[in-house]
Each structure stands twice: as C-alpha cells, then as structure tokens.
C-alpha cells in the first residue's frame, strides 16, 4: 500500500503503509495479522475503525 489512504474499506491478510508517512485515514481497515501505519486515525477528519482478528487486549494488558 501507499502513503495515505482516506475513508477507505481495507480488507486483508495485513494491511502495511509506508514506514515513516503511512497514514489510514477514515473509514473501515480489518485484518486477520497486522497494521502498520506511521499514523491511523486524526480528529479532524472521518472516523476510523480498525478491527484486528484475534487481537485480544486483555492478554496485551497482562504482559
């Protein structure tokens, strides 16, 4: 993927931008591994949500 994305509907494996500029901007982003953006989200413009299968927070927490 590119640099920016902006009320997008991501669906992947792993959803990966470029390192330092990435931006996931608005919309849907769901993957089953991973996202990596430099920046997701921003006040100022739409609402982004991200949904990341198996990602468990409460076992994040604990560790």
Known sequence: MGQKTSGSFLKA???FTVAKK??????????????????????MERKTLIKVKGFNR????KN
């Open 22 to 43: 990435g931006k996931l901007i608005g919309g849907v982003i769901e993957a089953n591994g991973e996202v990596r953006a430099a920046v997701i989200g921003n006040r």
């Open 58 to 61: 409460e076992l994040l927490k």
């Open 13 to 15: 494996e792993n959803i």
